[in-house]
């Protein structure tokens, strides 16, 4: 059962950059598409990025779209989800996540995620 810890989220004002981190566990990290979703409490959970097994595709929510840089290091495990420009709506607890395929598609399905990490953007 592969595990993801998430770190990096913080209070930031509006405009500023943060760099999320996800470590994963296992040794088939490298098998799979993995991805950034978040969620504000009251509503859904909403996808923001994801990167195909190799780090060859990306794809990012229109919210998002050119703000945000969505990353993986095979070699140790981790992806990355660096955020610039960031705005007061970008609030939320973001989620690391595997998928069960290797490269991402809309409604690829969520093998695991982690426990999140909370991103305050202060106006």
């Known amino acids: 059962q592969v595990q993801l810890v998430e770190s990096g989220g913080g209070l930031v004002q509006a405009g500023g950059s943060l760099r999320l981190s996800c470590a994963a566990s296992g040794r088939t990290f490298s098998m799979y598409a993995m991805g950034w979703l978040r969620q504000v409490p009251g509503k859904e959970r909403e996808f923001v990025a994801a990167?195909?097994?190799?780090?060859?595709?990306?794809y990012y929510a229109d919210s998002v779209k050119g703000r945000f840089t969505i990353s993986r290091d095979n070699a140790k495990n981790t992806v990355y989800l660096q955020m610039n420009s960031l705005k007061p709506e970008d609030t939320a607890v973001y989620y690391c996540?595997?998928?069960?395929?290797?490269?991402?598609?809309?409604?690829?399905?969520?093998?695991?995620w982690g426990q999140g990490t909370l991103v305050t953007v202060s106006s």
């Open positions: 990167i195909s097994w190799s780090g060859g595709s990306t």
């Open positions: 996540a595997r998928y069960s395929v290797r490269v991402y598609y809309t409604g690829s399905a969520l093998e695991a």
